[in-house]
């Protein structure tokens, strides 16, 4: 929603903050960079979870082929990006 013409700051969401340059219900700059930081360790945090998993279960189960072998080490990295990518975005999304 743009603010109305003339008024310069508008309180921030978060902390409440009057803040120029952002519009009603948005974020100030502060509490967005502090937002994408607890973002960033949630997702980093789970990817090493899902990467230990995924990495366990391919040393678990000794490869039959080359190719399932290759399918393991590519497994371990694709896991650790899709997951920070996805937890990210859902953390973005949901968190307050
Ligand atoms: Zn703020």
Redesign the pocket.
């Known amino acids: 929603m743009p603010s109305p013409p003339g008024w310069r700051e508008v309180p921030?969401v978060?902390?409440e903050?009057f803040?120029e340059g952002i519009d009603f219900g948005e974020?100030?700059r502060?509490?967005q960079r502090q937002r994408a930081r607890r973002v960033a360790v949630i997702a980093r945090r789970a990817a090493l979870v899902a990467t230990a998993a995924t990495g366990a279960w391919v040393l678990s189960r000794p490869p039959a082929s080359p190719t399932a072998q290759w399918t393991g080490i590519i497994a371990v990295p694709a896991t650790y990006l899709l997951v920070r990518v996805i937890v990210g975005r859902l953390a973005m999304e949901l968190l307050p």
């Open positions: 921030c978060a902390c903050r803040v974020r100030c502060d509490c």
